[in-house]
């Protein structure tokens, strides 16, 4: 009786443990948005989180906007104003080493995206010591306008890419 019933417990181990393995390959298991995602978003980081760039002491907290037309290529992609020359400067210069456009139409066509903007908020915070940051609202009234139009249309907000870096001196 004993060994039936430890013969019957052990059964029923080896099938939960069974079940909890198929439940966890299927509950995490990456989709190709994701990974495009996520090529993106560390093109972005890498982009600013890069010693060309660590000279700046400015931060900078902007939108990038990518604009998706009806087949899913990308149209047009550009910072909010809130972003500066040299913020500006440093994504075009990376552009010249890798066709992100590719990856967005890519991560659009995954996503079944057509006529809408995905909008991903950047933030670029030099760790700078006894420094404090302070935003006019000039500067948050840019923060959605592109070439100093307010941003109108259907859009996507992504997840926010931050980039926070020591301060030269600071490590």
Avoid: C
Avoid at 60 to 84: C, E, P
Avoid at 106 to 116: D, I, Q, W
Avoid at 126 to 134: A, D, G, R, V, Y
Avoid at 145 to 171: C, H, S, W, Y
């Amino acid at each position: 009786m004993i060994l039936l019933f430890v013969a019957a417990s052990l059964n029923a181990q080896v099938k939960l443990n069974n079940d909890i393995k198929t439940i966890q390959k299927s509950k995490f298991k990456r989709t190709a948005a994701d990974s495009l995602y996520l090529e993106i978003n560390n093109f972005i980081y890498g982009t600013f989180y890069n010693p060309t760039y660590w000279e700046t002491k400015t931060p900078t907290f902007t939108v990038l906007k990518v604009d998706i037309t009806w087949d899913g290529r990308v149209s047009d992609m550009r910072f909010s104003d809130s972003a500066d020359s040299a913020f500006v400067k440093a994504w075009n210069d990376k552009l010249q080493t890798h066709d992100i456009k590719a990856t967005f139409g890519r991560y659009a066509k995954e996503k079944s995206y057509e006529y809408l903007s995905l909008l991903i908020p950047v933030s670029f915070e030099p760790l700078q010591p006894k420094s404090e940051n302070h935003y006019a609202n000039k500067y948050l009234e840019s923060y959605l306008k592109f070439d100093k139009r307010d941003f109108e249309g259907e859009a996507i907000m992504m997840t926010p890419v931050f980039v926070q870096v020591l301060a030269k001196g600071n490590m």
